[in-house]
């Protein structure tokens, strides 16, 4: 069976006991975790930023899956790889024209870190084909971008099927965005294989059975 990276989001944590709850997602199973950037321009709230990052760094071995809900993504790749992410994941829609995502792409992976690119519930899977041999990952938003315990949109999970026959074997696809159990496996089988959730995970008792469920 394909492994399928979970990814919970720490906008869902309690904030004032990060450190307890990154040891508690790593106890459940969790294999990254995915840090919610906002800056208040590209999407309509404010999260968090690099010195978060760093202090999470410190305190887990976790991948840090960093999703940047940023305009000009570029100015703050050098700072967030510094803080110590792993995967940063930028919007197409921040970007001003094809060579701003080229570009982009270049300079996360010049850093040494995974770059992901993703897309807005309203933007068509058709337009990340030109990157989709560049970038390690793709993030198909599955709500309109900028806060969590929102409802999956259907819809968006179509592009999945889109992405990956026009993709290399080794791009991995990740959705984020009212992922519960039952999303969670309309997505997989659709050709997912990253799902970001938050309110899901950090909402339930017992965060491991949440992880195991959404499997
Ligand atoms: C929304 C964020 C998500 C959010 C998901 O803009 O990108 O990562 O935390 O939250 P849930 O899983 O509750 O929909
Ligand atoms: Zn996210």
């Not at 300079?107 to 690119?117: E, F, T």
Request: charged letters at 20%; hydrophobic letters at 40%.
């Amino acid at each position: 069976m394909e492994k399928i990276y979970i990814s919970p989001s720490l906008l869902s944590a309690d904030f004032s006991n990060l450190g307890s709850e990154l040891n508690a997602i790593r106890d459940a199973g969790a294999d990254w975790v995915h840090i919610d950037v906002m800056d208040g321009h590209f999407v309509p709230n404010i999260t968090i930023g690099v010195p978060v990052v760093k202090s999470i760094r410190k305190n887990s071995d976790l991948i840090l899956d960093t999703h940047l809900m940023i305009e000009n993504p570029e100015k703050y790749i050098d700072a967030f790889a510094k803080a110590g992410s792993d995967i940063l994941t930028f919007h197409f829609e921040a970007c001003k024209n094809n060579k701003h995502v080229v570009d982009v792409i270049k300079q996360i992976k010049d850093c040494g870190l995974k770059a992901g690119i993703s897309i807005k519930p309203k933007t068509s899977p058709e337009e990340l084909f030109p990157y989709a041999g560049m970038a390690d990952l793709v993030l198909i938003m599955t709500v309109e971008p900028g806060f969590g315990g929102q409802e999956f949109m259907h819809d968006c999970a179509l592009k999945i099927p889109k992405i990956r026959e026009n993709a290399p074997e080794n791009l991995i696809i990740q959705v984020d965005g009212g992922i519960n159990n039952l999303t969670s496996k309309i997505c997989t089988s659709l050709g997912a294989n990253s799902l970001v959730a938050g309110s899901y995970i950090f909402g339930a008792n017992d965060y491991k059975k949440a992880i195991e469920s959404l499997l």
